[in-house]
Structure formats: structure tokens, C-alpha cells
């Protein structure tokens, strides 16, 4: 199994997707969209490598229910890196230009 990490910007990103579900839609939606994505990442930490490389290294789970992508990398020492949480619609090199 490997360990997670979570970039700061991140982390960043969750909380923005979080606040906004939480003023725009309701409390219940965004502790739905915390749940999902807490399991995505235990998925992640037994299967790592099940998702293609779409760049440099970067691959990319979408999630279940919510149109939001973990673009992560598998770094040596048996751990992955959570670089971003991008909504689907957005370019997938944007995390680049903040992180």
C-alpha cells in the first residue's frame, strides 16, 4: 500500500470545491463530495498504477458523481503525490501554472 501526500495548493483546491458547494448548493452535497473523494484516495493508496500516464509523469482519477479529476504522481518511494483537484471542464495543465 502507499502512503499519500497532499500538496498545500491542493488541499487549496478541496477547500475552494468545498466552500463552494457549500454557499451554492448545500452542506450535504459538499460532505457527498468529501466522502467520494476520501474514497478515491484509499483507491488510490491499493491501485496506484491502475490509471494511464496523460503527462509527464501526471495521471489522472476522475471521480464518481462529480466532475472534478486527482491528477497525482507515483513518486519513488512508494507514495503518491496528490498534485490538484481539477474540474473537468478546465484544462488539465492549469495546476501547473499555481503549483
Given at each position: 500500500?502507499?502512503?499519500?501526500?497532499?500538496?498545500?495548493?491542493?488541499?487549496?483546491?478541496?477547500?475552494?470545491?468545498?466552500?463552494?458547494?457549500?454557499?451554492?448548493?448545500?452542506?450535504?452535497?459538499?460532505?457527498?463530495?468529501?466522502?467520494?473523494?476520501?474514497?478515491?484516495?484509499?483507491?488510490?493508496?491499493?491501485?496506484?498504477e491502475k490509471?494511464?500516464?496523460?503527462?509527464?509523469?501526471?495521471?489522472?482519477?476522475?471521480?464518481?458523481?462529480?466532475?472534478?479529476?486527482?491528477?497525482?504522481?507515483i513518486k519513488?518511494?512508494?507514495?503518491?503525490?496528490?498534485?490538484?483537484?481539477?474540474?473537468?471542464s478546465r484544462?488539465?495543465?492549469?495546476?501547473?501554472?499555481?503549483?
Amino acid at each position: 500500500m502507499y502512503q499519500l501526500q497532499i500538496r498545500h495548493l491542493a488541499k487549496e483546491d478541496i477547500q475552494l470545491i468545498v466552500d463552494y458547494y457549500d454557499e451554492k448548493v448545500s452542506t450535504s452535497v459538499s460532505d457527498k463530495f468529501l466522502e467520494n473523494l476520501y474514497f478515491e484516495f484509499s483507491f488510490l493508496t491499493k491501485n496506484p498504477e491502475k490509471f494511464q500516464v496523460k503527462y509527464r509523469n501526471t495521471r489522472v482519477r476522475y471521480l464518481k458523481n462529480f466532475p472534478f479529476g486527482i491528477h497525482y504522481q507515483i513518486k519513488k518511494n512508494s507514495f503518491i503525490e496528490i498534485l490538484a483537484i481539477i474540474h473537468t471542464s478546465r484544462n488539465p495543465n492549469s495546476w501547473k501554472h499555481k503549483h
